[in-house]
Every structure is written in C-alpha cells, then in structure tokens.
C-alpha cells in the first residue's frame, strides 16, 4: 500500500511549503529569495491565485470568487484553501516544475500541509516567525484589514500543526535582509538534499 502511495505522489522535486503566522514575513522573505535565485533555475516561485484585489504588498493572481470556483471545478489547481474567508489556489502548472526535479516555492496556510505531503513526494516546511508585538504592527502598516480583522488573525491558531514537524524556522523579527539570508539557506539546504535528477 505504501509503494502505491509513493508511486502515486508527484516528484523527484519538492514543494516547498512556506508557512508562518499572519505578519510574520513569509511574502516579503520569499520576494527577496526570489531576487536572489532568480539566476538558478533550481527554484520556482509560485504565484498564488486569491479571491482578492490586487495589492502592492502582496504578488498574486486576483480572480473574482465566482471565477476561483470554476477554475476549481475544472482541476486548474494543484492545491486551494479557505483562509479568513479568502480562497487561496496554486496553479496546477507548478506539477510539472516539481516532476522536473525543481524545488517551487509557495506561501501556504498551514491547515494544507497534511493534503500537500499526501499530493507531493517532498514537502519540506519552512516555518517563518517573529513576535506578537511586530507582526501586530506590520499588519497595521500594510492597512489591507480593519482593526477586528488584524486582531483575528493574530489570535489565530491552526489544529494539528505541530511546530517541531518544520524543517527549517526562520526568524524574521529582524532586518530584512537578514531574513532573506536565513531563508536563502534554508533553501538552499534543501535543494542540497534532493535527489540528484537523471
């Protein structure tokens, strides 16, 4: 039955599962990787498609809820989630970077990890985080939410997401770019334990 499974899994590559409390980063670290591996075709960013407007703080694909729904019905996504009543997607496309042999990258919620381990051979957590006191203010300053919305999604827990299960955890209540190098190194630890391709 497990051969089955892994057989069923898609791979040799890794989907790198990004995740972290609201405010903790994740977008602004996983730009600034993307600044630096941009050269190295080893590593795909992926875009992530939500039922939200665009915004300068946030590099995604807006699609109206009624849109998201069909892409959905039609298999447009390799994995989706509800999350503070936005859905949030990651195209199917990205599939064919992982069975390349490819690390893609995504900020995820963390209530996904359980159903991307059981869709991918690899996939790695990187948990980033950082006080309470900064991600409050980080979510005030980017003014995407109301003062009831910030507050609720610092008080926000996930069941089950058991924090020692990270691969890596990033510190990131420091300078920025200090942050993107401790990303940039787990990464590239990572990269460094895949499989080699064929």
């Given at each position: 039955?497990?051969?089955?499974?892994?057989?069923?899994?898609?791979?040799?590559?890794?989907?790198?599962l990004?995740?972290?409390?609201?405010?903790?980063?994740?977008?602004?670290?996983i730009?600034?990787a993307?600044?630096?591996?941009?050269s190295?075709?080893?590593?795909v960013?992926?875009?992530?498609v939500?039922?939200?407007?665009?915004?300068a703080?946030?590099?995604?694909?807006?699609?109206s809820?009624a849109?998201?729904?069909?892409?959905?019905?039609q298999g447009?996504f390799?994995?989706?989630?509800?999350?503070?009543?936005?859905?949030?997607?990651?195209?199917?496309d990205?599939?064919?970077d992982?069975r390349?042999?490819?690390?893609?990258?995504?900020?995820?919620s963390?209530?996904?990890?359980?159903?991307?381990?059981s869709?991918?051979?690899?996939?790695?957590?990187v948990?980033?985080d950082?006080?309470i006191?900064?991600r409050?203010?980080?979510?005030?300053?980017?003014?995407?939410?109301?003062?009831?919305?910030?507050?609720?999604?610092?008080?926000?827990?996930v069941?089950?997401?058991?924090?020692d299960?990270?691969?890596?955890?990033v510190d990131?209540?420091g300078?920025?770019?200090?942050?993107v190098?401790?990303?940039?190194?787990?990464?590239?630890?990572?990269?460094?334990?895949?499989?080699?391709?064929?």
């Amino acid at each position: 039955m497990s051969s089955e499974r892994d057989d069923a899994r898609i791979g040799p590559g890794a989907m790198v599962l990004v995740v972290g409390p609201s405010g903790a980063g994740k977008d602004a670290l996983i730009s600034g990787a993307r600044a630096q591996l941009q050269s190295d075709p080893t590593f795909v960013f992926a875009r992530r498609v939500i039922t939200r407007p665009a915004h300068a703080a946030e590099a995604h694909i807006p699609m109206s809820v009624a849109e998201f729904a069909e892409a959905e019905r039609q298999g447009a996504f390799a994995l989706s989630w509800l999350a503070h009543g936005v859905r949030y997607s990651i195209p199917a496309d990205i599939d064919s970077d992982v069975r390349s042999g490819r690390l893609v990258v995504v900020n995820v919620s963390r209530a996904i990890i359980a159903e991307a381990r059981s869709r991918y051979v690899r996939a790695p957590v990187v948990l980033i985080d950082c006080a309470i006191e900064i991600r409050a203010e980080r979510l005030a300053m980017r003014g995407r939410e109301r003062a009831d919305e910030i507050l609720s999604r610092l008080r926000r827990t996930v069941d089950g997401f058991d924090h020692d299960a990270a691969a890596f955890t990033v510190d990131n209540g420091g300078p920025l770019d200090v942050g993107v190098e401790r990303f940039v190194a787990a990464l590239k630890a990572i990269a460094a334990a895949a499989p080699q391709q064929p």
